[in-house]
């Protein structure tokens, strides 16, 4: 079953990235909502037709903890790739000034599911771990999207790259190996700041003082790895994170670690007690209250 253009109503834009736009779309033929995400490159026909062959892959990629994959295409210079909807959006959205830790456990949780299942079961390394990468819904589901299916693809965008955060970790940013030097290890570096940031509602490097990208890059490189605040935070899940945050890609653990370790075996544990719905639902309404622009006096009378 093939998507086109014709056969989708665009809708709202969810949000912008880098590289194009995130509309919602309503898919005639079937009355499903999706998330149209467009992607622009300066690729021959060739190029891009790998890309969408090499998208196909997503069509074996259901998992609870992983967006469904609609179909792609491409026209012109852009590829374009329909996902599920997630009502809620982002979760740099959703995090506010910091989200509780038993919320923060089950987040974890799915986001380290997500990255096994890629991993185990497609064998892909997912490269771009970060709070926009992961989208929750108003049922409070948890669900990555955007990793590294196809080869062709994560070449074009490799050398194009121009993020003003850089969620890369120590051993990737001066890397001469190219995109197929990538490992889980990076994207468990990853995973490690996005939770912090998750956490405190900042950016880590950002909330340590570096301001601008060349003092991130260089404190990503040379510093001290960032940790959770411990008078905030149990030591399980502080601990967790400087596992993750090891400055030594061989000494981090990996997914099945992960898994076992005390902090998200606790939230496996906890999982019924955790209303994800109502913190979602919440969350989502702080979030409006900040972005909305609320009546004026005088317009209130
Ligand atoms: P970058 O371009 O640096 O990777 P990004 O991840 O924010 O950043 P996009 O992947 O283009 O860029 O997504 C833009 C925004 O659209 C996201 O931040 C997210 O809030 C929203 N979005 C993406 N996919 C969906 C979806 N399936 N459902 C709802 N909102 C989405
Ligand atoms: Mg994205």
């Not at 959770?228 to 967790?240: I, K, M, Q, T, V």
Request: charged residues 20%; contains cysteine; hydrophobic residues 40%.
């Amino acid at each position: 079953y093939k998507i086109s253009m014709e056969q989708l109503k665009v809708m709202e834009v969810l949000g912008r990235g880098q590289y194009g736009v995130v509309h919602k779309v309503f898919h005639k033929p079937t009355h499903v909502m999706m998330a149209l995400k467009e992607i622009r490159l300066e690729l021959n026909k060739r190029a891009l037709q790998q890309i969408i062959m090499e998208l196909d892959v997503l069509h074996k990629a259901r998992s609870p903890y992983i967006v469904d994959f609609y179909g792609a295409f491409f026209i012109e210079s852009g590829v374009y790739y329909s996902m599920e909807y997630m009502d809620f959006g982002s979760l740099d959205r959703l995090y506010g000034t910091g989200i509780p830790e038993p919320v923060l456990g089950q987040i974890t949780l799915s986001v380290v599911r997500g990255l096994r299942f890629l991993k185990d079961e497609l064998n892909i390394i997912h490269r771009d771990v970060k709070p926009t990468n992961i989208l929750v819904n108003k049922k409070g589901d948890v669900k990555l999207c955007d990793f590294g299916v196809s080869g062709e693809l994560n070449q074009s965008l490799a050398k194009t790259h121009v993020g003003c955060q850089s969620y890369m970790a120590p051993e990737r940013i001066f890397s001469t190996s190219g995109p197929d030097g990538y490992t889980i290890q990076s994207d468990v570096w990853s995973l490690g700041l996005t939770i912090i940031e998750a956490a405190t509602g900042r950016f880590p490097y950002e909330a340590a003082g570096f301001t601008n990208v060349f003092d991130q890059i260089n404190a990503i490189v040379n510093g001290a790895s960032p940790s959770l605040p411990e008078d905030r935070h149990s030591s399980a899940a502080c601990d967790f994170i400087d596992k993750c945050l090891n400055k030594d890609p061989a000494r981090r653990p990996n997914y099945h670690d992960l898994l076992a370790h005390p902090w998200l075996v606790e939230a496996a544990a906890a999982a019924d007690t955790v209303d994800m719905e109502e913190w979602a639902v919440g969350a989502h309404a702080l979030f409006l209250e900040r972005t909305q622009p609320q009546p004026s006096p005088a317009s209130r009378q």
